[in-house]
Nanobody
Framework: QVQLVESGGGLVQPGGSLRLSCAAS????????MGWYRQAPGKQRELVAT???????NYADSVKGRFTISRDNAKNTVYLQMNSLKPEDTAVYYCNADRVYYSDRNPNAYGLDFWGKGTLVTVSS
């Protein structure tokens, strides 16, 4: 009913930049919070950043000052601007929508924990 599709990953040299996008589609009235997570080879998935519909952001300590999360509520799209990339940022980046409300008429019509399929970011010289 709801799909998240990431784009923008790729290969970049250390110190470079990338911008990830994630578009949500389907039966959507509102998405209170969206976020980015990442999973490096052999490691658990970890939080990168989240943002509410009101623009409140939260970042992992490892990316503070380098990454910026933003969103376009009208387009149900969230972005991740990644600057000063390091090899340790190499991972598959996943988009998440914690809760999606389907209707403005029924507050009980919602779904939980939607994920995209991920986009690979490789930081290497």
């Amino acid at each position: 009913q709801v799909q998240l599709v990431e784009s923008g990953g790729g290969l970049v040299q250390p110190g470079g930049s990338l911008r990830l996008s994630c578009a949500a589609s389907g039966s959507i009235f509102s998405i209170p919070a969206m976020g980015w997570y990442r999973q490096a080879p052999g490691k658990q998935r970890e939080l990168v950043a989240t943002i509410t519909s009101g623009g409140i952001t939260n970042y992992a300590d490892s990316v503070k000052g380098r990454f910026t999360i933003s969103r376009d509520n009208a387009k149900n799209t969230v972005y991740l601007q990644m600057n000063s990339l390091k090899p340790e940022d190499t991972a598959v980046y996943y988009c998440n929508a914690d809760r999606v409300y389907y209707s403005d008429r029924n507050p009980n019509a919602y779904g939980l924990d939607f994920w995209g399929k991920g986009t690979l970011v490789t930081v290497s010289s």
